[in-house]
């Protein structure tokens, strides 16, 4: 039996515990400029136990832990660039991690060529450094998609898969075989760009079990959003074209401890927020 047909039999016959739910500073990041500590204890108010960030607002390591405790929110993960990986930043980053209380990093974003696979091979290379530093620090570290992972192909392969396949009949071997992620490097799957770029994100489970502690859970809305009110641009509204159920059941049987809700179209208002955690908990009963 395929590996995918054993991860879907798995999902239907599997119970387990449901993800927490945390929520993307990202999602209401106009908000949080006006008003960090506010709106984290707002968010904590309508049902988020986490949170995710890579924003600070002029905090500290100690001062962004003390507004996360007085919002009683967990600091899940936190989002940074691959250039905080590197060294000699990586040991100011896991200061950082430590001083905050955080044992996580989701590296955020990184646009590489859609020619050359040589760009993506040196973030490979940081993240595989970083992780196996990480690592005896007792931090993970995981790698979190856009869409274009997903769209951009080299050999017949998306980027993402790309990524984390071996290297066999590669033709980036020049001197010595070419290493893809090890697998200390963990995945933050966002789903919503998983589906804007072409993927199905429980097939993207089904390919690589186990490695997705935290997972995004943005809404899969195509061409920005445009005319949706605050309120109708969450995870499950109408114009979100992502089979939740389906996701979030395949997520449990996995073993995800986190949804990191993410809807990013009104970053001025918790509304969207509001609307994804109402829905989530009504199909996770």
């Given at each position: 039996?395929?590996?995918?047909?054993?991860?879907?039999?798995?999902?239907?016959?599997?119970?387990?515990?449901?993800?927490?739910?945390?929520?993307?500073?990202?999602?209401?990041?106009?908000?949080?400029?006006?008003?960090?500590?506010?709106?984290?204890k707002a968010a904590r108010a309508i049902g988020y136990e986490g949170v995710?960030?890579?924003?600070?607002?002029?905090?500290?390591?100690?001062?962004?832990?003390?507004?996360?405790?007085?919002?009683?929110?967990?600091?899940?993960a936190l989002q940074l660039y691959p250039h905080n990986l590197t060294e000699p930043q990586l040991v100011e980053t896991i200061k950082f991690?430590?001083?905050?209380?955080?044992?996580?990093?989701?590296?955020?974003?990184?646009?590489?060529?859609?020619?050359?696979?040589?760009?993506?091979?040196?973030?490979?290379?940081?993240?595989?450094?970083?992780?196996?530093?990480?690592?005896?620090?007792?931090?993970?570290?995981?790698?979190?998609?856009?869409?274009?992972?997903?769209?951009?192909?080299?050999?017949?392969?998306?980027?993402?898969?790309?990524?984390?396949?071996?290297?066999?009949?590669?033709?980036?071997?020049?001197?010595?075989?070419?290493?893809?992620?090890?697998?200390?490097?963990?995945?933050?799957?966002?789903?919503?760009?998983?589906?804007?770029?072409?993927?199905?994100?429980?097939?993207?489970?089904?390919?690589?079990?186990?490695?997705?502690?935290?997972?995004?859970?943005?809404?899969?809305?195509?061409?920005?959003?445009?005319?949706?009110?605050?309120?109708?641009?969450?995870?499950?509204?109408?114009?979100?074209?992502?089979?939740?159920?389906?996701?979030?059941?395949?997520?449990?049987?996995?073993?995800?401890?986190?949804?990191?809700?993410?809807?990013?179209?009104?970053?001025?208002?918790?509304?969207?927020?509001?609307?994804?955690?109402?829905?989530?908990?009504?199909?996770?009963?």
């Open positions: 039996m395929k590996l995918a047909s054993i991860f879907f039999a798995l999902i239907a016959t599997t119970a387990c515990a449901a993800p927490r739910l945390a929520f993307q500073v990202y999602a209401v990041r106009d908000l949080c400029e006006k008003d960090f500590a506010g709106t984290l995710e960030t890579g924003r600070f607002f002029g905090l500290d390591a100690k001062g962004l832990k003390a507004a996360c405790d007085e919002a009683d929110l967990e600091l899940v991690c430590k001083d905050c209380g955080c044992n996580r990093i989701n590296v955020a974003w990184y646009k590489g060529s859609k020619e050359n696979p040589n760009d993506w091979q040196l973030l490979v290379n940081v993240l595989n450094h970083a992780a196996e530093a990480c690592a005896k620090e007792g931090i993970a570290v995981a790698y979190h998609n856009h869409d274009h992972e997903f769209r951009i192909k080299f050999g017949g392969k998306s980027v993402w898969n790309w990524l984390w396949a071996g290297d066999e009949g590669d033709a980036l071997r020049q001197v010595t075989a070419t290493p893809r992620f090890s697998d200390r490097v963990l995945q933050e799957l966002d789903c919503g760009n998983c589906i804007l770029g072409g993927g199905d994100p429980v097939r993207c489970l089904a390919a690589f079990p186990h490695r997705n502690p935290t997972v995004h859970v943005m809404p899969a809305i195509e061409g920005g959003g445009k005319g949706l009110k605050p309120g109708e641009a969450g995870v499950g509204s109408a114009a979100d074209r992502a089979d939740w159920r389906r996701i979030v059941q395949a997520l449990a049987a996995d073993g995800t401890q986190w949804l990191v809700v993410k809807p990013v179209i009104h970053p001025d208002s918790l509304a969207d927020l509001e609307k994804s955690i109402a829905y989530l908990k009504g199909i996770m009963k």
